[in-house]
């Protein structure tokens, strides 16, 4: 079946370092691919999204690229903030199924002043 | 737009009680999940639907879960009777369903529940 794997959390980093959380997939069809965030206390949103191989999406300084070659959709971002600490869930959607996406666990990233 | 609406949002009830959370879907979105959170499991989802219809129940952990969606801009989760390892954050979301379309969901802020 389909599945996401993400990296294991949790992650922590100063502010202003480097962002990586990897994410790798396994689908029948080809998905597009979602990250999402959850800030505490929050429902889920939308961060970014690509929906076809070497498509990039990018918000708020995070971006993704879609590589088909390696079934990945790994999160990056240049310099995080302190704003930035969320748990973070890679996602796919097939074209089928009414829509529904299947997620990876979250990685949960603290970013310390 | 107002978003996903859920009601309500925080819920503590004694065990053995019937629980009924709430979820209104963005309007115009045609298909509607229910997700369960915790820090053990994490994010589960339980049940989906598509034009008011049940596709995949297959989530729902017990008979003791139900859920309707009896028009478009309502649906309900109901839990009886509760028991404490039903307390968690349940997510209610909806999308756009269609060919051509990208299905991200849009998520309600949640309704905590405690069962004692």
């Known amino acids: 079946g389909d599945s996401v794997t993400q990296m294991e959390g949790p992650v922590t980093l100063s502010e202003e370092a480097f962002l990586t959380i990897n994410c790798t997939y396994t689908a029948t069809g080809y998905p597009s691919l979602f990250w999402y965030v959850q800030y505490p206390g929050e429902g889920l949103q939308l961060l970014l999204k690509a929906t076809k191989a070497d498509d990039k999406g990018s918000n708020k300084g995070f971006e993704a690229t879609y590589r088909k070659e390696t079934t990945s959709f790994h999160l990056e971002k240049g310099s995080v903030q302190v704003s930035d600490s969320a748990v973070y869930f890679c996602?796919?959607?097939?074209?089928?199924?009414?829509?529904?996406?299947?997620f990876g666990d979250g990685t949960t990233l603290t970013v310390k002043p | 737009d107002a978003g996903v609406i859920q009601s309500p949002r925080h819920e503590v009830t004694e065990m053995g009680q019937e629980v009924t959370l709430r979820c209104k879907p963005i309007?115009?979105?045609?298909?509607l999940f229910w997700y369960r959170q915790t820090m053990m499991r994490g994010l589960e989802l339980l049940i989906y639907f598509n034009n008011n219809v049940p596709i995949d129940d297959s989530g729902m952990p017990e008979d003791r879960f139900s859920a309707k969606m009896p028009n478009a801009s309502f649906s309900t989760l109901k839990i009886q009777p509760s028991e404490p390892r039903d307390s968690a954050v349940y997510f209610c979301?909806?999308?756009?369903?269609?060919?051509?379309?990208?299905?991200?969901?849009?998520f309600g802020p949640g309704t905590r529940l405690t069962v004692t």
């Open positions: 309007s115009g979105h045609n298909s």
């Open positions: 979301a909806s999308s756009l369903y269609g060919q051509g379309r990208i299905h991200e969901q849009y």
């Open positions: 996602a796919l959607s097939l074209n089928t199924n009414a829509g529904k996406s299947t």
